[in-house]
């Protein structure tokens, strides 16, 4: 089904290489996609106007890639977070609107000083120290309760947890005098960034792409409906923090998750175990994948193709998806391995997190038809 010159093609764009464009960077959710590998992908498998789902929709990339190139998409996650990334991603609005929604958050931060809601625990606080701790909660507050609309709400939100993420990382404390660092000029040039990224997006599409908070156990799709599926799940056994902002001071011995990011959405923060499907010594990733695939299976029309990204520790895991994807009664069509650099990933997650993931030196991208 697939021509030699195909299968070269996905290979070329599927090795890693750098991101372009400010819109694809607004924020780096963990283990995303690069955006060249969907765009390629898309154009291969569907037409203009076709239907595409990610049922692991994560930040975005498959449908932001989908709405440029003029397809209809649908996206399903039940990380909050998630969402809110892939809607910010996708979402137009002008320059005139953000620069005025900056302004009456920056208003606000003075008038809030002193009534400020607390997003930290106090191991947040001891490891942020007093500044930037406070800084935060005025921040957040201020988004919280100026008078924005929900997407410029989304905005804001997304700046705001981007800025901590960076202060967040151990490289944050190697700046002089870190402590007494004020975090407001820092929120307020990621926002400049992300407004030249999503005033850039084109104003009306033709397809606006939908994003649903939920497990794709159960997506609300009907049978036979989708042309193209294209997908990453989580990584077995590999921990990710898809809804914690990970601190680490080493200068104080520590690290710590902050349930930052939940408290700012005013979402339950969900266990890991649903995130990253870890524990049971597999058994319970294997379980999930298998429901996923077959609820992607229902979905997928007949002859059409679905596309899966990972990567796996052991050829036997490699094994055992294949063994996964033919029970629900997919048909294995190709396997494209995609070797790793050192530095730098298929899928963010090594640089990401600067750690050794004790990964195989290769993802893969396995195409099924139905
Ligand atoms: C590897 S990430 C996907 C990254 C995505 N390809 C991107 O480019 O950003 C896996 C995602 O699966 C989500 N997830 C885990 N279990 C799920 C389920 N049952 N239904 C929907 N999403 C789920 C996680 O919240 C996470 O966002």
Known sequence: ???????????????????SGYTRSIYSYPAKFLSHLPQELIKIFTQEGDRICDPFVGGGTTGLEAMLLNRQFIGYDINPFAILVSRVKTTYISKEELHEGLKVIHRNIESLKEQSNDYLDSTDKECLGKLISSELNFLASSIKKASLNATLRDFFSLALIHVTKLIGRRDFEERENWQH?????????????????????????????????GSNHDMDVPEHS????????????VDVEYQQIQIQRRSLGKSKRTDFISKLLGTQPLPKKDLCWTGQGGSFYWSNLERSLSGSYRILKPNRCLCIWTGFKTKENQRKLITTIKKVHFNLLEVISIPLSDNRTASSRSTHHKRNTRML???SIYILTK
């Open 226 to 237: 989708i042309d193209f599926i294209l997908t990453s799940p989580p990584y077995l056994e």
């Open 1 to 19: 089904m697939l021509t030699d010159d195909q299968l070269n093609h996905i290979r070329k764009f599927a090795s890693p290489s750098r991101e």
């Open 361 to 363: 030196k290769e993802d």
């Open 181 to 213: 660092l004020s975090m407001i000029p820092m929120f307020t040039r990621k926002c400049n960034k992300m407004i030249d990224a999503v005033s850039s997006l084109p104003h009306s599409v033709q397809f606006p792409p939908t994003f649903h908070l």
